[in-house]
């Protein structure tokens, strides 16, 4: 199978395979604890009704910087939680997406500070029906509000801006959680300089609607789910694991499931690989030698069906059921087309984005990722598409390291002058006195003055260390001490470039021009390093 892919992110060979990326070796963020935040005051949802109390679990891995310029806000799907990595004391499993996010990895921690917190609506810590209404002092089960991606996202923006974040240097997330990206960019266009979109849609689709509500339908005909008041009593444990195990099917694929079981059996002892697909095969899985006692039981001889067995019950012991009815209606709501259309829908998006799909994922098939890209494209949006090459259907985004790696660490170190600029610069002309160039450095913190003609166009540049020379020798006209084999970039160059030009000839700021040599902006080495993370 092809990758489809629309451009030079990719290795040399053209070619993904699980270990490609061949980085530093990453590791753990170690031991990690989770914080809770209460909004405070009543929270308005998109419904209009209003919550109050709302609580935001969420974890913090990395440092900020001191402009808080390095923050990145990862969202969860489905049934996630805020734990997205490192672990909790005692815990023999990482954080659910421990395979990107620490030092050295795609979301390096050493680099940047990531947080992901649990949504609202969830049961791992955040607001949700399993909360106490504090109204009332009694469980909302299913008097809680009706929730959106909206509401989740609204809520996340609280967080960020009770940690004192302005706009957020990348936000990423794979299903649901590229949902809430998709939302954030809308929402706040301003807040959002980069969004990885993974495996999702930006419209929910009548197949999509259908699994959830099978799934809904599992859990309320179950006797024990009782009108969603079952806390404190025997939940619906039957009901909620039927769902889940419909829902983990989906998050498979078939390729994956005949590699994982084929169609082995329990108490079959030998194996065959069975031609191309290798598929493992019961050597004894004639139906006539199993006894008649276990046929007609039933019974979940398969290892397929013992696995999804598995999957369910274990779901029960991690998840709210009525949590599961209010967040699967949430993703069945979303839909970001505005009258029809998804162009209409992003216009106002300025993010950068990096949106992939996964090759063998039936439920949120590429289509849907390659039909962002083009709405985003349509209005003007640098938007990036790639495709995993993966046989582990959806879930891949949980599970391919090396490809992840690869794609996300390449696009968040993308960084162009423009990205870094200060577009709020001082500029002098060349028939000035020193005085006046002096007293404007001072004046304005700056130590580099970009000197332009009438017209704006760049003809050299003066430094403090100009002015002080001046002084010492006593000269006053600006225009003998003016360096004027300035050099500068352009705002669509990288940030590396830019840098690499300071370093070669010991310059820490250079003047940004357009193509008609017109001063736009000025790079200094100081932004940089705020930017790549000069930690305080
Ligand atoms: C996305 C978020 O934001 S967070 C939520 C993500 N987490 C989940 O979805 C959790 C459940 N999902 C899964 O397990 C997903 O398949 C993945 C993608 C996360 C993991 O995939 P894989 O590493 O391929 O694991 P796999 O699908 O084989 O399942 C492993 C589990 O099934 C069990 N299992 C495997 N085969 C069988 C079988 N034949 N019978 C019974 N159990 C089995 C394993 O013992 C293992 O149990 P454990 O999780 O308690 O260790
Ligand atoms: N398996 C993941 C992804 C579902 O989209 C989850 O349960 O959240």
Not at 393 to 399: I, Q, Y
């Amino acid at each position: 199978m092809a990758i489809s892919s629309s451009n030079s992110s990719r290795n040399p060979s053209g070619t993904f395979s699980k270990n490609l990326f061949s980085g530093k070796k990453g590791q753990s963020v170690g031991l990690v604890r989770s914080f809770n935040y209460k909004i405070p005051g009543p929270f308005e949802l998109e419904s209009g009704k209003i919550l109050h109390g709302v609580r935001i679990e969420y974890e913090v891995y990395g440092k900020m910087n001191a402009d808080k310029s390095n923050v990145i806000l990862i969202c969860h799907a489905l049934t996630g939680d805020a734990h997205a990595a490192g672990f909790h004391q005692g815990d023999k499993k990482p954080g659910w997406w421990d395979i990107v996010i620490g030092p050295n990895k795609a979301f390096d921690s050493e680099k940047y500070c990531i947080i992901c917190s649990n949504i609202l609506g969830g049961c791992r810590g955040s607001t949700g029906p399993s909360s106490i209404n504090p109204e009332t002092g009694k469980i909302y089960g299913i008097s809680f509000p009706v929730i959106t991606i909206g509401d989740m996202v609204n809520a996340q923006k609280k967080l960020v801006e009770h940690l004192g974040i302005e706009q957020l240097f990348a936000i990423a997330g794979g299903s649901m959680g590229g949902m809430q990206v998709l939302q954030w960019t809308v929402s706040y266009p301003e807040m959002v300089r980069k969004a990885i979109a993974i495996a999702t849609t930006a419209s929910t689709t009548p197949q999509q609607i259908a699994f959830g509500a099978i799934g809904r339908k599992a859990i309320t005909d179950d006797p024990k789910w009782n009108g969603g008041d079952y806390y404190g009593k025997k939940i619906p444990s039957q009901g909620l694991a039927l769902a889940r195990m419909i829902g983990h099917i989906t998050y498979l694929s078939d390729a994956s499931m005949q590699k994982k079981f084929g169609r082995l059996q329990k108490g079959a002892d030998t194996v065959s690989t069975a031609g191309s697909t290798s598929a493992i095969s019961a050597t004894a899985a004639s139906l006539s030698e199993f006894s008649s006692e276990l046929f007609q039981e039933f019974a979940p001889n398969f290892e397929v069906e013992s696995y999804l067995n598995y999957q369910g019950d274990n779901f029960t012991k991690r998840f709210d059921a009525n949590s599961y009815l209010y967040i699967t209606k949430a993703v069945d709501y979303f839909d970001l087309s505005k009258n029809g259309s998804l162009i209409e829908g992003f216009s106002g998006v300025t993010a950068k984005f990096l949106v992939i799909s996964i090759s063998s994922d039936w439920l949120y098939p590429p289509y849907q990722s390659q039909e962002i890209v083009s709405a985003l494209t349509a209005n003007g949006v640098d938007a990036r598409y790639e495709e995993i090459r993966s046989q582990y259907g959806h879930d891949a985004f949980l599970l391919e390291e090396g490809q992840l790696s690869y794609l996300i660490k390449s696009f968040l170190s993308e960084v162009l002058v423009s990205d870094v600029m200060n577009r709020n610069f001082y500029t002098v002309s060349r028939d000035e006195t020193i005085e006046h160039a002096s007293r404007l450095m001072v004046k304005e913190c700056v130590s580099h003055l970009p000197v332009i003609s009438e017209d704006g166009r760049l003809e050299g540049i003066v430094t403090s260390w100009d002015i002080t020379k001046a002084v010492a020798c006593k000269i006053n006209e600006l225009d003998e001490i003016i360096t004027r084999d300035v050099k500068y970039v352009y705002e669509d160059e990288r940030i590396e470039y830019a840098s690499s030009i300071m370093e070669k000839h010991s310059i820490s700021a250079l003047p940004v021009i357009d193509s008609e040599h017109r001063v736009i902006g000025i790079v200094t080495s100081e932004s940089i390093s705020a930017l790549f993370g000069n930690y305080d």
